[in-house]
T-cell receptor, first 112, second 120 residues
Framework: GNSVTQMEGPVTLSEEAFLTINCTYT??????LFWYVQYPGEGLQLLLK?????DKGSNKGFEATYRKETTSFHLEKGSVQVSDSAVYFC???????????FGQGTELSVKP | GAVVSQHPSWVICKSGTSVKIECRSL??????MFWYRQFPKQSLMLMAT?????????EQGVEKDKFLINHASLTLSTLTVTSAHPEDSSFYIC????????????????FGPGTRLTVL
């Protein structure tokens, strides 16, 4: 079956630190991969996506590369800000469409 | 573009009453809408998938008679929590997918801001 596993949180960093949130997946075929961000009290916003192997999604300084050989889609940012504090969800959807399958979410807290 | 709204953003109701939550796609036609439930500090749990004009498909363990879903048009889906009880208190999030939005992946879902339901 399809599944997504994220590193457990919470992750606490100081401002301007480097961020990595690990995400690995299990899927049949060639899924599309996503990172969503949820700020406190809000719904989800798409942060970035990649639809095929070796694609790099990027947005707002965040990056993630679709690695088929390691079935990973790790989220990185070179210098985090306090405003990046949120919960980050890795997700996939099978190429044939259908449900989004979410990881458990990783809470990020950035301290000034 | 690709904006999804939900109404209300929060609601408090008494035990035993029914509550309706609306999900609208504002600038595209949503052939498919999804309803999720999220408990504090947890991931999203898919409750059901609804396609316009047909009955919703519920995930295992979700009571279809308690969570009534209607997707009567390409821009509106509603979730009605019937005879709500305190254990139904949660954050309900909808998303919508458009199969024909130019330049967008068929797989992409757009999420509403969520509705916080508190049942007293």
């Amino acid at each position: 079956g399809n599944s997504v596993t994220q590193m457990e949180g919470p992750v606490t960093l100081s401002e301007e630190a480097f961020l990595t949130i690990n995400c690995t997946y299990t899927a049949t075929g060639y899924p599309s991969l996503f990172w969503y961000v949820q700020y406190p009290g809000e719904g989800l916003q798409l942060l970035l996506k990649a639809t095929k192997a070796d694609d790099k999604g990027s947005n707002k300084g965040f990056e993630a590369t679709y690695r088929k050989e390691t079935t990973s889609f790790h989220l990185e940012k070179g210098s985090v800000q306090v405003s990046d504090s949120a919960v980050y969800f890795c997700a996939l959807t099978p190429r044939q469409g259908g449900k989004l399958i979410f990881g458990q979410g990783t809470e990020l807290s950035v301290k000034p | 573009g690709a904006v999804v709204s939900q109404h209300p953003s929060w609601v408090i109701c008494k035990s035993g009453t029914s509550v309706k939550i609306e999900c609208r796609s504002l600038d595209f036609q949503a052939t498919t809408m999804f309803w999720y439930r999220q408990f504090p500090k947890q991931s999203l749990m898919l409750m059901a998938t609804s396609n316009e004009g047909s009955k919703a498909t519920y995930e295992q363990g979700v009571e279809k008679d308690k969570f009534l879903i209607n997707h009567a048009s390409l821009t509106l889906s509603t979730l009605t929590v019937t005879s709500a009880h305190p254990e139904d208190s949660s954050f309900y999030i909808c998303s919508a997918r458009d199969g024909g939005l130019a330049g967008q992946s068929y797989n992409e879902q757009f999420f509403g801001p969520g509705t916080r339901l508190t049942v007293l």
